[in-house]
C-alpha cells in the first residue's frame, strides 16, 4: 500500500512538477488559482501524484498565505485545531493545537519553500474570466496584472482555491450616524498598522469567531472593551495546548502521534456535530452549563450566551483557554445585546437608550462572499450561472469540465476537505491519462427547487449571498454530508468512474505533439512507493 509523501525540494529543478514560460501561448497542464492554504496543499499533492504536469499557480495579492496573510487584527487565530488544520503530509509540530495567525502564515510559506512550489506562483495576477471549450479541450483563462495587464494563458484543467469571500472589503452594514463619530471606525479585515488601541474605550460590533477573538485580545492594553451584539452565539472553551498531543509525543514517534491526534480530533468533532444536529436541546444545555462554570455568580447568562437558533445552524466559536469569559470575569472587558439606534459623535446609542462611550468601534460583522474570486466562467460559449449548477462531491459543478474548487468543511477544519479534494483531483488527472480521456464533466440532475447552497450555514454572510452560490442535491454524489470519514470513502476510496462522471476523448481533427514530458513520465523526485507518512492518502488511481 503507498502512502503520500511530496519530496522535499532540493537545489535543482524539480522534475515532480514542471515550470513553464511565461509568454503568449503559455499552456499549463493545470492552473491552481490561489496560494493560500488550499493552493500549497493542492500543488504538493500535484506533484506527488502527477510528476510531470506543468502547473502555475496564480495569487491576486503579493504574498503566500490566503486568510492567514490577509487577516492581522490582533489575536488572529485559528478557530479549528492545528492537528488537523494542518496538512496531511506536513503534520503540525506546534505545541499549540490553538495557533497565532502568524505561525499558521509562516507554515504554509514554509510549506510551499520545503516542497519545492513556491517558484511556481505569479503574485499579483487576479483571474478575471475562463472560457472552456469542448473543441480544443482546454480553458482560455485572462488574467490581469499591475505590470503586463490582461493577457491569457491555456490550461488542461483549472483548480480554483480562492476560497468564497472578498479579499477587497468586508462587510459593515450601513449603521445609522456613522459620519457623526468622532473616533475611529476598523473593520478586522483591513487593520490599520498604526491604530494605537492603548488605554482607549473600545466597541466590537459582532458575535462571531472574529469578535470573540478581538475581545479578549485588545482588553489586554484598552481602557475597556465592550462586546455588542444584536443576538448570542455559541461559544465553547478548547485548551490552547492539547495535554493528550503532549503525552502522545513523549510515547510515540513524530508522525504516528500525529496521526492518532489528527484522527481523535476528528472523530470529537464529528461527535459534537452530530449531537448538536440531533439532540439540540441537550447540547444547548450543554453550552449554558460550561458558561456558567467561567463566569461569575448572577452573570446573565440567558441574555448574552443562550442563542435564539440551534447548534451549527451558525458555525461554533472558540475561546482557547476560555480568555473571553477570563476577560468578562476581570472586568477589562463587558457585554451588551441589544439593537444600534445610531452612532453619535461619542460612541454608539442602543435602541434601549444606553450610550457605549467609545474612541475606537471594530465591525466584525462579517464577509462579503464573492464565488471563484468574482471570475466569469464560460462553458462552449455560456457563461455559468453557479445557482444553476449542483455542487459534485463538493468539489466540482455540473456541467462544467475539467474544473475543481476546494471549499472546505463548515464543522470542522478547513483542511480536511481540501486535502481530500487535492487527492481527488490527482486520482481524476491519472484516469484520464491512463484511460486517453482529454477531459470530463460531472452531469447531474436538475437543480431541485428550494435546494440549499453550497455553503448550507444560517450565518448573515451566507444568507446575504446564498443566491450566488452552487446548490446541493438531494443525495450524493450531489449532496454535501460535512463528514469527513464518510468523505475519505468517497473522494479516497471511492470510484472516479462513478456513473455520474462523464468523460470524452480529445476530438478527432485535433492530435497535437506532446507538449511535455508524458503524464505518466518518471520523475526523478517523485515519492517513493514505501516512503511512510502517518495519516497519509493511499497511492491509488481508483
Not at 537545489?11 to 513553464?20: H, K, L, P, Y
Not at 514517534?253 to 448538536?276: D, E, G, H, T
Not at 471594530?362 to 464573492?370: P, Q, R
Not at 473522494?491 to 514530458?517: I, N, Q, T
Request: with cysteine; charged share 20%; hydrophobic share 40%.
Amino acid at each position: 500500500m503507498n502512502s503520500f509523501r511530496p519530496t522535499p525540494a532540493s537545489g535543482v529543478q524539480s522534475a515532480g512538477i514542471r515550470e513553464v514560460e511565461k509568454g503568449s501561448s503559455e499552456h499549463v497542464d493545470v492552473l491552481i488559482v490561489g496560494a493560500g492554504l488550499s493552493g500549497i496543499g493542492a500543488a504538493c499533492h500535484l506533484k506527488a501524484f502527477t510528476p510531470g504536469k506543468s502547473v502555475a499557480i496564480l495569487e491576486a495579492r503579493e504574498a503566500i498565505g490566503g486568510t492567514w496573510d490577509l487577516f492581522r487584527y490582533p489575536g488572529v487565530r485559528s478557530d479549528s485545531d492545528m492537528f488537523t488544520l494542518g496538512y496531511s503530509f506536513r503534520p503540525w509540530t506546534g505545541d499549540k493545537g490553538i495557533a497565532e495567525g502568524g505561525l499558521i502564515r509562516d507554515y504554509i510559506r514554509s510549506t510551499a519553500r520545503k516542497f519545492g512550489v513556491d517558484r511556481l506562483i505569479r503574485f499579483r495576477h487576479r483571474v478575471q474570466a475562463a472560457e472552456w471549450s469542448s473543441e480544443t479541450a482546454r480553458w482560455t483563462v485572462t488574467v490581469e496584472s499591475p505590470d503586463a495587464g490582461a493577457t491569457q494563458l491555456s490550461c488542461s484543467f483549472l483548480y480554483f482555491c480562492a476560497g468564497y469571500y472578498s479579499y477587497d472589503e468586508g462587510y459593515t452594514p450601513d449603521f445609522p450616524g456613522l459620519d457623526r463619530f468622532a473616533g475611529r471606525i476598523v473593520h478586522p479585515q483591513k487593520w490599520p498598522e498604526d491604530l494605537d488601541h492603548d488605554g482607549k474605550r473600545i466597541v466590537v460590533i459582532g458575535s462571531g469567531a472574529t469578535a470573540v477573538t478581538l475581545v479578549p485580545a485588545l482588553a489586554e492594553n484598552a481602557a475597556h472593551v465592550t462586546m455588542l451584539q444584536r443576538s448570542p452565539t455559541y461559544v465553547a472553551t478548547l485548551p490552547t495546548v492539547d495535554p493528550i498531543a503532549s503525552r502522545l509525543r513523549e510515547r510515540l514517534s513524530p508522525a504516528r502521534a500525529s496521526s492518532v491526534v489528527r484522527w481523535k480530533n476528528v472523530l470529537l468533532q464529528q461527535l459534537s456535530y452530530q449531537l448538536c444536529r440531533r439532540r439540540p436541546e441537550l447540547m444547548k444545555k450543554v453550552f449554558r452549563a460550561g458558561v456558567i462554570r467561567q463566569l461569575p455568580p448572577g452573570f446573565d447568562v440567558d441574555t448574552h450566551f443562550a442563542p435564539r437558533y440551534d447548534p451549527w445552524d451558525q458555525r461554533l466559536c472558540i475561546s482557547p483557554d476560555g480568555d473571553l469569559f477570563a476577560a468578562l470575569s476581570a472586568g477589562t472587558a463587558s457585554i451588551v445585546t441589544g439593537e444600534i439606534e445610531t452612532f453619535t459623535a461619542d460612541g454608539v446609542r442602543l435602541a434601549s437608550g444606553q450610550e457605549l462611550p467609545a474612541d475606537v468601534v471594530v465591525t466584525a460583522t462579517g464577509l462579503n462572499l464573492l464565488f471563484l474570486g468574482g471570475a466569469t466562467i464560460t462553458v462552449d460559449g455560456r457563461e455559468l450561472v453557479p445557482a444553476e449548477t449542483l455542487a459534485y462531491k463538493g468539489m466540482m459543478l455540473s456541467g462544467v469540465p475539467n474544473f475543481a474548487l476546494a471549499v472546505g468543511y463548515t464543522n470542522a477544519s478547513w483542511t480536511l476537505k481540501a486535502d481530500l479534494v487535492a487527492r481527488y483531483v490527482t486520482r481524476l488527472l491519472r484516469y484520464l491519462d491512463e484511460h486517453g480521456y482529454a477531459y470530463c464533466v460531472p452531469e447531474g440532475p436538475e437543480v431541485p427547487e428550494g435546494a440549499a447552497p453550497l455553503i448550507d450555514l444560517k450565518s448573515g454572510y451566507v444568507l446575504r449571498n446564498a443566491e450566488d452560490m452552487p446548490r446541493q442535491g438531494p443525495a450524493a454524489p450531489w449532496r454535501l454530508y460535512q463528514n469527513y470519514p464518510r468523505d475519505v470513502l468517497l473522494l479516497k476510496r471511492g470510484r472516479v468512474d462513478d456513473g455520474a462522471m462523464r468523460f470524452h476523448r480529445a476530438p478527432a481533427a485535433r492530435k497535437p505533439a506532446a507538449e511535455g514530458p508524458a503524464a505518466d513520465a518518471p520523475a526523478a523526485d517523485a515519492p517513493a512507493a514505501d516512503a511512510p507518512t502517518a495519516g497519509a492518502p493511499e497511492k491509488q488511481v481508483s
